[in-house]
């Protein structure tokens, strides 16, 4: 979602490190770039919905990359639904366009990059002020504690598509507001100026209607139904960082939720938070 990711390397142990692939120009870096590649050969039409990628041994000669590492870079893919995964076939494209997967958190910016797409932002409004109830419980903090208030305008491609009405802990409020209202990724703005890393998210999705100012800003009709995605944010150690009411422009994002018999990251609740089979 429109949040960050984890990262790891996958290289096969028996196979010995390539040159090219050590020093600064480590596995990840590497996947990263190739997975980039695929992405911008999908988007040009040049691997076609419903067509095939070359094999993995074929990927691997074309970037001069492991085995590991291209399947490390496919599985990316695979995880933003571009492509889908048949035992003893090649990947085949599903999508010009990539999802944004609840298996994984990720920021609206990187989640723009990912799809080839140029994200934007821009402060609409941003104060200090007293937590309410219900956000001192999301935060842990003292009710009434300071927080920070931000309403931000997010855009793809110059379009504005979400509204983000983000509430910051007291402690990270500082940081954020040094930040230029125009700030494409703040996640990524926080890590390199902080060093925080958002670790952990929990996302509730709920359909609401578009007042009049948010009908506005988001250029739609009023009363045209808005995707809302609240989520709250913490470290990896728990600490709360950041609880937010996103709501995104009708056709403007899908999310993706893969699970199984042996894992179900979804879960069903009423409108009061009741949990429901």
Not at 39 to 65: C, F, K, M, Q, W
Not at 165 to 179: F, Q, S
Request: one cysteine or more; proline letters at 6%.
């Amino acid at each position: 979602m429109p949040g960050r990711e984890d990262r790891g390397d996958n290289r096969r142990a028996d196979r010995p490190e390539d040159p090219a692939e050590s020093g600064p120009d480590r596995p990840e870096s590497r996947h990263e770039r190739i997975a980039d590649e695929l992405r911008r050969a999908i988007a040009e039409g040049r691997y076609p919905v419903g067509g095939t990628l070359p094999s993995e041994a074929e990927l691997a000669a074309a970037h001069g990359a492991s085995r590991g590492t291209v399947r490390q870079a496919v599985s990316a893919l695979l995880a933003e639904g571009l492509v889908g995964s048949r035992q003893g076939a090649r990947r085949v494209v599903l999508s010009t366009t990539p999802s944004q997967s609840f298996t994984e958190l990720r920021s609206f910016a990187q989640w723009a990059r990912a799809g080839g797409r140029t994200a934007g932002g821009l402060v609409l409004s941003s104060s200090r002020d007293s937590a309410h109830p219900d956000e001192s419980n999301l935060l842990q903090v003292a009710r009434g504690a300071s927080v920070l208030r931000v309403l931000r305008l997010r855009t793809l491609d110059g379009e504005p598509v979400l509204l983000e009405r983000t509430v910051y802990a007291g402690w990270i409020a500082p940081a954020v507001e040094a930040l230029p209202e125009d700030c494409e990724s703040v996640t990524q703005r926080l890590h390199d100026d902080t060093g925080l890393v958002f670790a952990h998210g929990e996302h509730h999705i709920d359909a609401v209607a578009a007042g009049t100012a948010d009908a506005e800003r988001l250029r739609v009709r009023r009363g045209s139904p808005l995707l809302r995605v609240r989520r709250t944010t913490t470290t990896a150690d728990g600490r709360p960082v950041e609880t937010s009411d996103d709501r995104y422009r009708p056709g403007s994002v899908v999310f993706t939720v893969r699970n199984s018999t042996r894992t179900n990251p979804l879960t069903r609740t009423a409108r009061d938070g009741t949990p429901r089979a």
